[in-house]
């Protein structure tokens, strides 16, 4: 196949046009960005590869930086501090959650965390794992790896057919079944990517974060070489495995501070609502599948959660608590947002739901155990009424950490406004409520 479609439509983030060939020599360069609007700022390292995602980005720049043993690369957003504030000493890297892309900090101009921080004079970088937004794979012909497309499709159509037969005329009216077949050409002209699917949560602690950390410090040049970061969901999870780990072989993250944003490394003792949703792994393992396509899933059903009759209505408390997110912005958040996950990163991810939490893939190393013995300070926030990390969550993990590196704070009253798990990005009082909170922290430990 000689070129390699990317389609941008509701359900597709990536860019529209990139050929194998150019994927491959892309890959071959230590690092690349793209430059997106400020034409006149430095280069970065490595040669300005103009490519068509310019309508897709917001950032200032794109940068690309290749993974360690892998055909991945992962993309960078960068937004440029503002010279209207103050100098700050450490770059800002956000990291989102499972299946998310950079959109989750800059949803829109009145919902954007990154230009919020940008504003006040942070380097701010979105960091897109491997498989999210704009990271791009250098794809080859490898003819058992087009089997495994070719079984992987067969699956799929099946499952689709058999959703379509038990569609009733209330859906028909509705538009399902147009919108699945939709879903199913869009994940059918995507689905060579998913062979390729096959990390799981400690590739990203290994290869992806360490590469995109070190990309940053090449870029920014901190005094100290250390960054500022911010994880929301899984993106908090990885911070805090990365401290773990680096607490108990007693070398440095690399990280001057960091914010977890509804984050935790044990989940067992709350009453998350991520229990209930164990029993989909089975199916995916049984149906051989090696990634859920989650964005084409919930674009495929958002008619039904964010418009008349609202037969799916409930599923957007997993999202915002009632009343803090306007519809349009919930339906940008799951039509531009979201992305296919492997099933391996899901089943790492399960073990958090198990006695003593997340484990590393031998199933023998408990992040959680080793917490404690971290350096760095620590800002934990937690919803609320987040019910997919509750603040028991959040707490669980906090209370392991030495009490004068960490602040835990529940954000919520009782008379309202509450926040659900992604509001305190995003809530339409977090800018007011939330990011001066985390602005307070960052400013505290810059100085540092």
């Given at each position: 196949?000689?070129?390699?479609?990317?389609?941008?439509?509701?359900?597709?983030?990536?860019?529209?046009?990139?050929?194998?060939?150019?994927?491959?020599?892309?890959?071959?360069?230590?690092?690349?960005?793209?430059?997106?609007?400020?034409?006149?700022?430095?280069?970065?390292?490595?040669?300005?590869?103009?490519?068509?995602?310019?309508?897709?980005?917001?950032?200032?720049?794109?940068?690309y930086v290749p993974v360690p043993n892998?055909?991945?690369?992962?993309?960078?957003?960068?937004?440029?501090?503002?010279?209207?504030?103050?100098?700050?000493?450490?770059?800002?890297?956000?990291?989102?959650?499972?299946?998310?892309?950079?959109?989750?900090?800059?949803?829109?101009?009145?919902?954007?965390?990154?230009?919020?921080?940008?504003?006040?004079?942070?380097?701010?970088?979105?960091?897109?794992?491997?498989?999210?937004?704009?990271?791009?794979?250098?794809?080859?012909?490898?003819?058992?790896?087009?089997?495994?497309?070719?079984?992987?499709?067969?699956?799929?159509?099946?499952?689709?057919?058999?959703?379509?037969?038990?569609?009733?005329?209330?859906?028909?009216?509705?538009?399902?079944?147009?919108?699945?077949?939709?879903?199913?050409?869009?994940?059918?002209?995507?689905?060579?990517?998913?062979?390729?699917?096959?990390?799981?949560?400690?590739?990203?602690?290994?290869?992806?974060?360490?590469?995109?950390?070190?990309?940053?410090?090449?870029?920014?040049?901190?005094?100290?070489?250390?960054?500022?970061?911010?994880?929301?969901?899984?993106?908090?999870?990885?911070?805090?495995?990365?401290?773990?780990?680096?607490g108990l072989k007693g070398t440095d993250?690399?990280?001057?501070?960091?914010?977890?944003?509804?984050?935790?490394?044990d989940y067992s003792c709350s009453g998350?609502?991520?229990?209930?949703?164990?029993?989909?792994?089975?199916?995916?393992?049984?149906?051989?599948?090696?990634?859920?396509?989650?964005?084409?899933?919930?674009?495929?059903?958002?008619?039904?959660?964010?418009?008349?009759?609202?037969?799916?209505?409930?599923?957007?408390?997993?999202?915002?608590?009632?009343?803090?997110?306007?519809?349009?912005?919930?339906?940008?958040?799951?039509?531009?947002?979201?992305?296919?996950?492997?099933?391996?990163?899901?089943?790492?991810?399960?073990?958090?739901?198990?006695?003593?939490?997340?484990?590393?893939?031998?199933?023998?190393?408990?992040?959680?155990?080793?917490?404690?013995?971290?350096?760095?300070?620590?800002?934990?926030?937690?919803?609320?009424?987040?019910?997919?990390?509750?603040?028991?969550?959040?707490?669980?993990?906090?209370?392991?950490?030495?009490?004068?590196?960490?602040?835990?704070?529940?954000?919520?009253?009782?008379?309202?406004?509450?926040?659900?798990?992604?509001?305190?990005?995003?809530?339409?009082?977090?800018?007011?409520?939330?990011?001066?909170?985390?602005?307070?922290?960052?400013?505290?430990?810059?100085?540092?």
């Open positions: 196949m000689d070129t390699l479609r990317f389609e941008l439509s509701s359900v597709s983030l990536t860019s529209t046009a990139f050929t194998a060939s150019s994927l491959h020599s892309h890959s071959r360069t230590s690092f690349s960005s793209v430059r997106v609007s400020r034409v006149n700022s430095s280069p970065a390292i490595g040669a300005v590869v103009k490519t068509t995602v310019n309508e897709i980005c917001t950032a200032d720049e794109l940068h892998s055909d991945w690369r992962a993309a960078l957003w960068r937004y440029l501090p503002s010279s209207k504030g103050p100098k700050r000493k450490h770059p800002l890297l956000l990291l989102s959650g499972i299946a998310t892309n950079a959109f989750t900090y800059d949803l829109s101009p009145e919902f954007s965390f990154a230009r919020f921080m940008s504003g006040l004079g942070f380097d701010t970088w979105i960091l897109e794992l491997r498989g999210a937004g704009l990271s791009s794979l250098n794809l080859d012909k490898d003819l058992d790896k087009q089997q495994i497309v070719s079984d992987l499709l067969e699956n799929f159509i099946n499952v689709s057919e058999r959703i379509e037969n038990a569609l009733d005329g209330g859906f028909k009216i509705l538009g399902m079944q147009d919108r699945l077949s939709k879903s199913v050409v869009d994940f059918k002209e995507r689905l060579e990517l998913i062979p390729h699917y096959n990390w799981d949560f400690d590739n990203y602690l290994e290869e992806d974060i360490p590469s995109a950390m070190e990309y940053v410090r090449s870029q920014t040049k901190p005094k100290d070489g250390k960054l500022l970061a911010i994880g929301h969901s899984m993106g908090g999870i990885l911070l805090y495995a990365l401290l773990s780990r680096c993250s690399g990280l001057a501070s960091v914010t977890t944003l509804a984050a935790t490394l998350t609502l991520l229990k209930y949703l164990l029993p989909v792994k089975d199916p995916a393992q049984a149906m051989n599948l090696s990634a859920l396509p989650i964005d084409t899933i919930l674009a495929m059903i958002h008619p039904l959660m964010c418009r008349p009759p609202y037969a799916l209505s409930w599923l957007t408390t997993n999202i915002s608590a009632p009343q803090m997110m306007d519809p349009e912005v919930i339906e940008k958040l799951v039509l531009k947002t979201l992305c296919t996950v492997p099933v391996k990163l899901l089943l790492q991810l399960a073990t958090a739901m198990d006695h003593r939490g997340l484990r590393d893939r031998t199933g023998t190393f408990y992040y959680k155990d080793h917490i404690s013995k971290t350096n760095v300070p620590i800002l934990a926030l937690a919803g609320d009424w987040d019910i997919v990390c509750p603040p028991d969550a959040v707490y669980d993990t906090v209370k392991m950490i030495p009490e004068h590196l960490a602040t835990f704070k529940v954000v919520g009253s009782p008379g309202g406004p509450h926040y659900g798990h992604q509001d305190l990005i995003s809530g339409r009082t977090a800018r007011s409520e939330v990011y001066p909170l985390i602005l307070r922290f960052l400013e505290e430990h810059d100085e540092n």
